[in-house]
C-alpha cells in the first residue's frame, strides 16, 4: 500500500528553476496494479524517485505500509522492490551473481537466495542467460535481470520505471504476464510508461500526469465516465489535452 | 556493517573479472621498481668504476709547452690528447667532458720559478665531467707538490715550511646513509602506489557505477549510504595493500639482484614497517579520490584531478631539495613528508621511537578519517545518485 499526498519538487538548473512535480497525489492498493501514464517528461520519474527515497519531497508525503518516507527511509526501502529508469545491472557479474547480490544486501541468507533464484528465473524465463555474464545481454535480458534483482527479497510494494521500456513483443506480453503475477500475490505494483495501451491492458487503477501534475485517477471506467468519452484512448488525450507521446 | 562487507566482496569480484587491468596494475609497478633498481645500479656502478679506472683521455692544448707536465699526466693514467680546434664547442656539444690548456709562458714561468698556468675546461653542470675533472684535478696537484716540494729542498728547506695546514677529511656518512642518498626516488614511488594505486578502482567504483547508472538501484537497497561508500573503500584497500605487498617483495628482490646496493634494509622486519607506514596514505588516498568521485559528473572529470594527484606526493621531495631541514616530529603531521621522511628512515636502518609511530599513525589515521566523513557526506547527496 502506496499512498502519496501533495507531492512537490523543484530543481535548479543554470536557466532557472523547474518545478518538476506540482501536487501530485494517488493511492496505490496492495493487490492491485497501479499506473502512471504521461508524456516524456511529465515528471513520472521524479514522482517514483520520491516514493523510493532516493529524492526528498520538497513537500507532501509519502506513507509505504504506513511508514513515512522521509522520516524513516530505510525502514520503506525494506519494503520496497524499485527497478529504476536506469537498470544499471553489473556487466562483469552474471545474472545470477547480480541478483545475490542484491539480495545479500537485503540481508538475507544464502539458502534463501538460491531458493529465490530458482523461482524468480523460473518466472521470468531466465534459466539460459543466468550464470552468463551480462555483458552483452539485450535490453530485455537485461531488464529481465534487473527486475529479478529488484523483488529478490518478495517485498510487499514493486515499483518499475518504464518496466516494458525497449523490449520486443514476445517479451513485453511476458513482462505483462509477470506484472500480473506479482498482482495475484496480493503485492501492490506501481509502474509507469508513456504507453497508453500498456497502460490500458494492465493497469486497474490508471494516474494521468501530466506537466508535474496530476490531470486524472481512477479505474478505467470512472476514466471513462470522468470524460464523457467511450474510448479509454479518446479519455486519456482529452485529460491531458495533447495526444503527444501517448501511443506506442 | 554487513552490507559493508557484501559491498566490498562485489566490488573485488567485480574488479578480479576484469582480468587485464588487474595484472597491468598489480605487476607494472614491481618490474617497474625491479628493473629501475637493478637497471641504475648496475649503470652508476659499471660507469663509477670504469671513470675512475681506465685510462682517461685529455685533449691537450699546448702540450709542447709542458713536455714534463704531459709525462707525469701519462704516467698517472691520462692519455693527452689532440686539441680539437674550438675547444669551447667541444665542451659545450658534449665531445669532450674536459680539456686541458696549458699557457703559451708555460715554460717561461716555470724556468723563472713563476706559478706556470694551467686551465681545465669544463662544464660545471654536467654531472658526467665530475669524475673526470676531479681526477685531472688530482693528477696536477700532485704534480704541483711534488716539483714544489722538490723546489724547496734544492734551497735546502723543509717542504712542510710550505705546509702550514694540514687539511683531511673525515667522512661520516654510513655506508647506509650513502646508499639512501642514492635511492632518494624511491619512497616517492612507494608513496605513490599507495596514494595513487588504486585510483581507477575508487573512481570506477563510485564515479563510473554512477556513469552506468547502477548507483541509482543500489542506493534503492536497505544498505545504508555510510556502509556502501565504505564498503567500496575497504575494497580498494585491500587491493591496495595486496599491490603494496607485491610492490615491496619487488623491491626486497630488486635489492637482492642488485649490484652493491645490498646496504638499503629490506628485512621482513623492515618490509613490514613500510607497509604499516603506507597504511594511513592508502586510506588517505582512496577516501580523497572517492570524495572526488562523488563530487564529479563524470569518469573523465574525475581523472582530470589524476595529474595533480600524481603531483601532490612530490611536493615535500621538491622542498626538501631546495631546503634540506632536520628532521622534526611536527613533519610527522604533513602528509606526503612524514611518509619520506619514515621510509627513508627505515631504509637507511634507523631507529624510530615509539612517539614517532604512534604520533604518525594517530595524526595520518585521523587526516584520512575526516576525509572518509566527508566523502560519507557526498554519498548523501540526492545528486549522486540521479546522473541521468
Known amino acids: 500500500m502506496i ?19 506540482k501536487d501530485v497525489g494517488f493511492s496505490a492498493h496492495d493487490g492491485q496494479i497501479t499506473g502512471l501514464l504521461g508524456p516524456n517528461g511529465a515528471g513520472k520519474t521524479t514522482t517514483l524517485r520520491m516514493l523510493y527515497t532516493l529524492m526528498r519531497p520538497d513537500r507532501g508525503t509519502v506513507r509505504v505500509d504506513g511508514i513515512d518516507a522521509v522520516a524513516q527511509p530505510d525502514r520503506v526501502r525494506r519494503g520496497l522492490g ?12 552474471t545474472a545470477r551473481e547480480n541478483i545475490a547480490y542484491f539480495g545479500r544486501l537485503h540481508g538475507m541468507d544464502e539458502t534463501t537466495i538460491a531458493r529465490r533464484v530458482t523461482a524468480l528465473s523460473q518466472a521470468l524465463e531466465m534459466d539460459d542467460i543466468l550464470d552468463r555474464q551480462t555483458e552483452g545481454f539485450s535490453q530485455g535480458q537485461r531488464t529481465k535481470t534487473a527486475i529479478a534483482r529488484a523483488i529478490v527479497h ?16 514476445m517479451t513485453t506480453r511476458a513482462m505483462r504476464g509477470f506484472l500480473r503475477q506479482l498482482r495475484d500475490e496480493g503485492r501492490c505494483v506501481i509502474f509507469s510508461s508513456h504507453i497508453m495501451q500498456e497502460v490500458a491492458a494492465l493497469c486497474d487503477r490508471i494516474v494521468v500526469i501530466a506537466q508535474g501534475t496530476v490531470v486524472a485517477q481512477g479505474t478505467p471506467d470512472e476514466l471513462r465516465a470522468q470524460t464523457g468519452e467511450q474510448n479509454l484512448e479518446d479519455a486519456f488525450v482529452r485529460v491531458i489535452g495533447s495526444e503527444e507521446g501517448l501511443f506506442g | 556493517m554487513k552490507s559493508m562487507f557484501v559491498v566490498m566482496n562485489k566490488e573485488l569480484l567485480d574488479l578480479a573479472r576484469d582480468r587485464r587491468t588487474v595484472l597491468i596494475s598489480l605487476l607494472m609497478g614491481p618490474l617497474l621498481i625491479v628493473g629501475l633498481v637493478v637497471g641504475m645500479g648496475s649503470v652508476m656502478q659499471k660507469k663509477f668504476s670504469t671513470q675512475m679506472q681506465k685510462t682517461l683521455e685529455v685533449p691537450v692544448i699546448g702540450a709542447e709547452h709542458a713536455p714534463n707536465l704531459v709525462d707525469w699526466l701519462r704516467r698517472s693514467n691520462i692519455e693527452p690528447m689532440p ?11 658534449q665531445d669532450e667532458d674536459v680539456i686541458l690548456r696549458i699557457a703559451p709562458d708555460y715554460a717561461d714561468n716555470w724556468r723563472r720559478g713563476k706559478p706556470a698556468l694551467v686551465e681545465i675546461l669544463h662544464d660545471s653542470t654536467r654531472d658526467d665531467s665530475r669524475i673526470p675533472v676531479t681526477r685531472v684535478m688530482a693528477v696536477l696537484q700532485g704534480y704541483g707538490q711534488q716539483v714544489g716540494a722538490l723546489r724547496l729542498l734544492a734551497r735546502g728547506i723543509d717542504p712542510a715550511v710550505g705546509m702550514p695546514v694540514m687539511v683531511a677529511q673525515t667522512d661520516l656518512s654510513t655506508p647506509s646513509s650513502q646508499v639512501g642518498q642514492a635511492l632518494a626516488f624511491l619512497p616517492y614511488f612507494l608513496i605513490m602506489s599507495a596514494f595513487v594505486g588504486g585510483a581507477y578502482l575508487v573512481i570506477d567504483a563510485t564515479a563510473g557505477e554512477r556513469e552506468r547508472q547502477s548507483l541509482e538501484p543500489l542506493l534503492a537497497t536497505p544498505a545504508s549510504r555510510a556502509a556502501i561508500m565504505s564498503g567500496k573503500i575497504l575494497a580498494a584497500c585491500v587491493f591496495g595493500v595486496f599491490s603494496l605487498v607485491l610492490m615491496l617483495a619487488a623491491f626486497k628482490l630488486a635489492f637482492w639482484l642488485a649490484p652493491g646496493n645490498t646496504r638499503v634494509d629490506v628485512s621482513l622486519l623492515a618490509m613490514s614497517k613500510l607497509l604499516l607506514i603506507l597504511a594511513p596514505t592508502l586510506l588517505f588516498g582512496t577516501s580523497l579520490l572517492t570524495v572526488i568521485s562523488a563530487s564529479v559528473k563524470s569518469v573523465k572529470e574525475a581523472q582530470s584531478y589524476m595529474s595533480i594527484l600524481f603531483l601532490l606526493p612530490m611536493l615535500p621531495t621538491f622542498y626538501l631539495l631546495i631546503s634540506p631541514v632536520k628532521n622534526q616530529l611536527w613533519m610527522l603531521a604533513v602528509p606526503f613528508l612524514a611518509q619520506n621522511q619514515m621510509i627513508m628512515k627505515v631504509l637507511r636502518g634507523e631507529p624510530l621511537g615509539l612517539q614517532e609511530w604512534v604520533f604518525y599513525l594517530v595524526v595520518g589515521l585521523a587526516i584520512a578519517g575526516v576525509l572518509w566523513f566527508i566523502a560519507a557526506r557526498m554519498y548523501h547527496k540526492e545528486r549522486l545518485a540521479v546522473s541521468a
Do not use: C, M
Open chain 1, 154 to 169: 518478495e517485498p510487499r510494494n514493486v515499483i518499475l520505471d518504464e518496466p516494458t521500456n525497449g523490449l520486443d513483443v
Open chain 2, 83 to 93: 686539441a680539437p680546434e674550438d675547444a669551447a664547442a667541444a665542451i659545450a656539444a
Open chain 1, 3 to 21: 499512498e502519496v499526498s501533495g507531492l512537490h519538487k523543484a530543481f535548479k538548473t543554470r536557466t532557472g528553476t523547474v518545478q518538476a512535480v
Open chain 1, 82 to 93: 524499485v527497478l529504476p529508469d536506469a537498470r544499471g545491472v553489473y556487466k562483469r557479474l
